[in-house]
């Protein structure tokens, strides 16, 4: 699996709790990150289309 990052052909390593900038969704996410990217914490960064976001919040996945 590889960075989330658009223009990023790292492997991914970890996985990196986001939030979506458009529109009012101030969810957590889940999404996976090479460390260079993981490391942009208060940034921005473009997403590959596709990208999966997975909630963050364990009561909407593991938690139920």
Known sequence: MYC???DCVKPAT???HVQ???GYDKKWYIIPLC???NLCQGGSIEVSAGTSFA???QSETCGR
Request: glycine fraction near 6%; charge should be neutral; aromatic fraction near 0%.
């Open 4 to 6: 989330s990052e658009k």
């Open 14 to 16: 970890v996985g990196a």
């Open 20 to 22: 979506k900038e458009v």
């Open 35 to 37: 460390d260079k990217h």
């Open 55 to 57: 909630s963050a919040n």
